[in-house]
């Protein structure tokens, strides 16, 4: 079983619509998440961390269920530009061997049309 | 602005050869990482290394080593390249962060694509 598990997509959204999509972590030890984003044929930037009590980012939220081990990312009023690959990133505990470790996700596929 | 170069874009290799990868990154990062990215299965780390001359396995080292004799700089060496190394190759760097433990942003360096024949 892989330790992040998304989503692969494609989701296809309209420009202007709403996209959410989420990924499922084994870790119940990690304590750091985040969101990538990874364009074509570019390397990932980090998008956003994910905090306990949810957290906003302009048109992003990105929020985290402990208890189902579970993030998720919303994408509101989706532009163009929102079109890319979207990894989720958690980090492997706060043990000494593991504090510099991710595991990263296959990535979802987001496709912003006109 | 954090900028992490790697020495080629692309590379083709064949079978046996030694390959060097090189990544330099200019904020004088402790952290550097190699990950490979290949379809549906996501980054996975090669090799880290969190200072000169220290290095730690990462989920997947078989086939691979790494050297690290400046801070700005790590090499991912693959002995004698195999069809199955084959791959997007990513370095990256972070800082420590403050207090240890926790988890600081990694950048990336734009990947090198190799292609072993």
């Known amino acids: 079983r892989k330790e992040v598990e998304q989503d692969p997509g494609p989701f296809n959204v309209p420009e202007g619509a709403t996209v959410a999509f989420n990924c499922t972590y084994s870790n119940s030890a990690s304590q750091s998440f985040f969101w990538y984003r990874q364009d074509c044929r570019k390397e990932p930037k980090l998008l956003m961390s994910?905090?306990?009590s949810g957290n906003e980012d302009g048109r992003f939220t990105a929020q985290l269920n402990r208890a189902s081990q579970y993030i998720s990312l919303l994408i509101r009023d989706s532009k163009l530009s929102d079109s890319a690959t979207y990894l989720c990133v958690v980090n492997g505990g706060m043990t000494t061997d593991s504090w510099g470790k991710l595991q990263f996700g296959a990535g979802t596929q987001v496709v912003v049309t006109p | 602005d954090v900028k992490v170069t790697q020495s080629s874009r692309y590379l083709v290799k064949r079978t046996g050869e030694k390959v060097f990868l090189e990544c330099v990154q200019d904020m004088d990062h402790e952290n550097m990482f190699w990950y490979r990215q290949d379809p549906g299965l996501g980054l996975r780390l090669i090799y880290f290394?969190?200072?000169?001359?220290?290095?730690e396995k990462g989920d997947i080292p078989e086939g691979y080593s790494v050297s690290r004799e400046k801070k700005e700089r790590f090499s991912l060496i693959l002995e004698s390249a195999s069809t199955n190394q084959t791959s997007m190759y990513l370095c990256?760097?972070?800082?420590?962060?403050?207090?240890?433990?926790?988890?600081?942003?990694?950048?990336f360096g734009p990947g090198t694509r190799l292609t072993v024949l």
């Open positions: 994910v905090y306990s």
């Open positions: 290394s969190y200072d000169v001359k220290m290095k």
């Open positions: 990256a760097s972070s800082l420590v962060p403050l207090g240890g433990g926790a988890y600081n942003e990694q950048f």
